[in-house]
């Protein structure tokens, strides 16, 4: 009798070290009363590149991690209020905007003393100004706060922050003597004017009618692929428009909120959005360089420290500045504190520009990651605090 050699396919083994490690971390993490989300972390951490390097191509987790974004946004466009959200358009627009000015200005202000050039302080104010939509999205569901006030501010704060991207990368491309295409700026114009549309159409309609519903609704495969499509249909669509693939999403759960066909869609995806949420945050804890930190501590402690406390004094003003109490603006504040996974994208793009060399680049990449890492710790700490002495 010949044995016939059994393959295994790296892949698929690597993914089950990862799943078990998660498993065992999680439960670790849980008797310790830790988020879920800094178990991933962790977890990305040591099985990443810079730990026990059991996983070394993280393009794969990459990937499939920033499917999770998309799928986290698409549930959120499923269960907010429209009508809420566009109520808070002043402080979610004029309130970004000031927010992404005032950071700016306090680089500039601190430039003066490290010595730098302007372009790169409308850089790092990009960079510092952005929040992680996916860190406090998940958190916001986690305790049952999306509809809240608050909530519904910060999640507006979010999405202006996800349709400023665009421009920012327009900026960092012109100031490293790359001029925006006008193809570019059409298709653009055009994924914006796409989504203003949708809006305003669930708003005039009300209630949007899905195509053969009553067909879908009693086959449970097929609502599968469809859920699948109306989520990831609508992010490719504004992908290729040059807007964010999670803004897309955002907007497809929206429609399907409309067409009040929450219930099916939730159970088709809820599977694909815990694993896909998973390994989007294990991505980010495989960026962090245990031997760059060790380096180079001292100015990332610091860095880390003034990227907090400077980020949650300047949201917490503007929000505060909206008629918001203290108590809801310092806790408003404190969840809009941290660097989002979008500077991951400002940075490597000054860094290709040549805003900032290689050193500026890596301890960007390491200093967003370990913002993420530390985010809910702060949240909670600040919202403990509010509860205390404010609320």
Request: hydrophobic share 55%; net charge positive; proline share 2%.
């Amino acid at each position: 009798m010949i044995l016939h050699a059994i393959h295994i396919d790296p892949i698929l083994s690597k993914f089950v070290i990862l799943s078990l490690t998660i498993i065992l971390a999680g439960f670790l993490f849980r008797v310790l009363k830790q988020p879920t989300l800094l178990t991933y972390i962790i977890v990305g951490l040591l099985l990443g590149p810079n730990g026990f390097k059991v996983i070394t191509d993280e393009s794969i987790v990459t990937n499939l991690g920033s499917l999770g974004l998309v799928l986290l946004l698409f549930f959120i466009g499923m269960e907010i209020s429209l009508p809420r959200l566009i109520t808070n358009w002043r402080i979610s627009v004029i309130g970004t905007l000031l927010q992404v000015i005032v950071t700016i200005l306090a680089i500039f202000l601190a430039g003066k003393y490290f010595d730098l050039e302007i372009r790169q302080v409308v850089f790092w104010g990009f960079v510092l100004s952005l929040s992680s939509t996916a860190v406090i999205v998940k958190l916001l569901d986690e305790r049952k706060e999306i509809n809240s006030r608050i909530g519904q501010v910060v999640l507006g704060i979010l999405l202006v922050q996800d349709l400023l991207i665009v421009p920012m990368l327009i900026v960092i491309g012109y100031m490293g003597g790359e001029l925006p295409k006008t193809p570019e700026l059409i298709k653009q114009l055009v994924g914006g004017l796409l989504i203003i549309g949708v809006i305003l159409l669930i708003l005039i309609r009300k209630q949007i009618k899905l195509p053969f519903k009553k067909y879908i609704t009693k086959d449970h495969e097929l609502q599968v692929f469809v859920a699948f499509t109306l989520c990831f249909g609508f992010s490719v669509i504004t992908a290729i428009l040059g807007l964010s693939a999670a803004l897309g999403a955002f907007v497809a759960g929206m429609l399907v909120s409309s067409a009040k066909s929450t219930e099916w869609v939730y159970q088709s995806l809820l599977s694909f959005k815990v694993m896909f949420v998973a390994l989007f945050f294990v991505s980010i804890g495989m960026l962090i360089d245990l031997n760059f930190i060790a380096a180079n501590y001292h100015i990332i402690i610091l860095m880390t420290i003034i990227v907090f406390t400077i980020n949650n004094i300047i949201n917490t003003l503007v929000i505060k500045a909206f008629g918001m109490s203290w108590g809801e603006s310092i806790y408003g504040g404190a969840l809009l504190a941290q660097i989002g996974e979008f500077s991951f994208i400002i940075g490597s793009t000054g860094f290709l520009a040549g805003i900032i060399g290689q050193y500026s680049y890596e301890l960007i990449i390491n200093i967003i990651a370990i913002s993420l890492m530390l985010s809910t710790f702060w949240i909670y700490t600040i919202h403990s605090f509010v509860k205390k002495r404010i609320a």
